[in-house]
């Protein structure tokens, strides 16, 4: 049998937020059962999401999952982590319906790892829930005005351009 010492040696290291106090903002809840801690975004982190977003919706809009521009889909950013200490942006996707949830995040894991998506920042995680953290039930949100990037998206793809993913 396998030395558990041994084990954990061939575990890639987990990449981590570097400075996460630093990104964290007001306090909005606890998630998976008070586990973790989710926090607004703010800094380094914000500024991340603020310049990646405009691609990722992109992405996703291009995409076209299936029942995808019906879905109610909100995609934003939250520090979440056991502490202040351990938090790193997460990138939050909310859907009710579990099957289309799980087929953006897959999406957006590909994205990541085909293309190199968010490579230059290491820490950036994915997270999914049927409800954000911070709301008690998924609500459909308007396209964000330019004038706040800090609103949430719903993401609704065009019902003509729409492939099956």
Known sequence: MENIVQRIGLREPKCTWDNPRESIANRLCTVQDGKYTCWEACGRARAVWDEARPSLFEY????????????????????????????????????????IRKSIRKSITRLINDSGFLGNHPGVRLGDAPRCPDRSTAVQVAEPNTDDPNTPRTLNAPAGNCRAA
Request: glycine share 8%; aromatic share 8%.
């Open 60 to 99: 996703l809009d291009d995409s076209c999952i299936q029942g995808f521009s019906s879905s109610g889909v909100i995609v934003e950013l939250y520090m979440i982590g056991k502490s202040e200490d351990t938090a790193s942006p997460t990138i939050w996707i909310s859907c009710e319906d579990r099957t």
